[in-house]
């Protein structure tokens, strides 16, 4: 059955803990050495996240990106296809809230 496909559910806490930490870690590698490094090795999707996380109009612009249309592909990343349906047809404020917390982990 199709809902039992893991890119339908959305994942549990602790991988949402560990993708959490593995974007918090790469936000902080490219504060320490900058972007060129890490844009050509990281996929797409881990580039937008990074810049999520610090904020950057700059970078999400180099991709051809606004903050909403990145907040929108990392809905169905974090949620599902059902959840990120539902964030999305609702202004995405889960995806906000999550993406929030991160930063202000990330600023301690």
Do not use: K, N
Not at 19 to 34: E, K
Not at 40 to 45: A, D, E, N, T, V
């Amino acid at each position: 059955m199709i809902d039992s496909l893991p890119f339908v559910e959305p994942p549990d806490r602790e991988r949402l803990a560990r993708r959490a930490d593995d974007l918090r870690q790469r936000a902080t590698l490219v504060r320490r050495y900058g972007w060129d490094q890490y844009r050509h090795r990281w996929s797409s999707g881990e580039v937008l996240g990074a810049a999520l996380v610090m904020d950057d109009q700059a970078e999400l612009q180099r991709c051809g990106e606004t903050t909403d249309s990145a907040l929108s592909t990392w809905a169905f990343t974090l949620w599902g296809i059902t959840g990120g349906q539902s964030d999305t047809a609702a202004g995405l404020p889960s995806t906000r809230a999550w993406f929030a917390a991160i930063r202000c982990q990330a600023t301690r």
